[in-house]
């Protein structure tokens, strides 16, 4: 195979590989949001009780719901992380490999994953270690029956629920 064919497969291999890494991070990030949907809905009509948090006097539904949705979002950011490695490996090889920069398709792709990065960085490093933080506090307080600090272990969760659903929306739309 010659020089300039051998380059051009391995520019497919890596658009390829660059456009599947961003449509599983996509996907993680799609499905952990609607997946929250869907097991916060059924656990309230399932309305479980819970021995182990039987001195806690909030929604047990809502308990067990979070403890499974952290599962889930645990999931998606093993995914998230594993993708972004790839999309930025693969971007760095597409601009080695020639990718102009000066077109317009070349500076958005680069400035559209660098806007990602940014986003995913701040959620899997900054506010999502902060929202576990307190997730575990109100877990092991509503366990317990401690509801004051389970409560504001939980109100301070719910103060970044909506940061957090803009910055996995922002994820999801650059």
Request: aromatic letters at 8%; hydrophobic letters at 55%.
């Amino acid at each position: 195979m010659a020089p300039a064919a051998r380059s051009s497969v391995l520019i497919r291999l890596v658009d390829t590989l660059h456009l599947t890494a961003l449509g599983v991070w996509l996907g993680a990030v799609v499905m952990a949001g609607a997946t929250a949907g869907v097991v916060f809905t059924r656990l309230r009509e399932l309305d479980p009780s819970l021995p182990d948090y039987a001195d806690y006097a909030g929604s047990p539904a809502d308990l067990a719901a979070g403890v499974v949705q952290n599962s889930v979002f645990f999931a998606a950011d093993v995914v998230q992380f594993a993708a972004a490695a790839i999309a930025l490996a693969t971007i760095i090889a597409s601009l080695l490999l020639g990718l102009p920069l000066r077109s317009w398709s070349g500076a958005l792709r680069v400035i559209g994953l660098g806007a990602t990065l940014g986003l995913a960085s701040y959620w899997l490093m900054v506010l999502g270690p902060q929202m576990q933080t307190d997730l575990n506090t109100y877990w092991s307080a509503a366990q317990t029956g401690d509801q004051a600090t389970a409560d504001a272990a939980l109100a301070a969760f719910d103060t970044q629920h909506a940061t957090a659903r803009t910055t996995l929306t922002g994820i999801a739309a650059s």
